[in-house]
Nanobody, 119 residues
């Protein structure tokens, strides 16, 4: 079955960095559109970084542009989110999402990983 397992979250001071990982299994990762979203307490889930196709073209929410980088390693079936210059407002649970079959498949979500930015 499809599994997405996020890791790498934690507590970091403002201005710090974290790298999130999402290990995927149960579908053809290289043919999937991958993305990262986040949800802060009391707020709606927000899409922050995504591949526009199963290839390498990326896009970002304005709130993270220039600070976050999404990448993928198809050999390891893993998608990453490098987060730099973190701010307290980046505090949220971060989720990866897969849409297999070149984006035509259903959405699958991981369980999420908590990121807390605080001094």
């Amino acid at each position: 079955q499809v599994q997405l397992v996020e890791s790498g979250g934690g507590l970091v001071q403002p201005g710090g960095s974290l790298r999130l990982s999402c290990a995927a299994s149960g579908f053809t990762f290289s043919r999937s559109v991958m993305s990262w979203s986040r949800q802060a307490p009391g707020k709606e889930r927000e899409l922050v970084a995504w591949f526009t196709s199963a290839g390498s073209t990326t896009n970002y929410a304005d709130s993270v542009k220039g600070r976050f980088t999404i990448s993928r390693d198809n050999a390891k079936n893993t998608v990453y989110l490098q987060m730099n210059s973190l701010k307290p407002e980046d505090t949220a649970v971060y989720y990866c999402k897969a849409r297999p079959n070149y984006g035509l498949g259903p959405d699958y979500w991981g369980q999420g990983t908590q990121v807390t930015v605080s001094s």
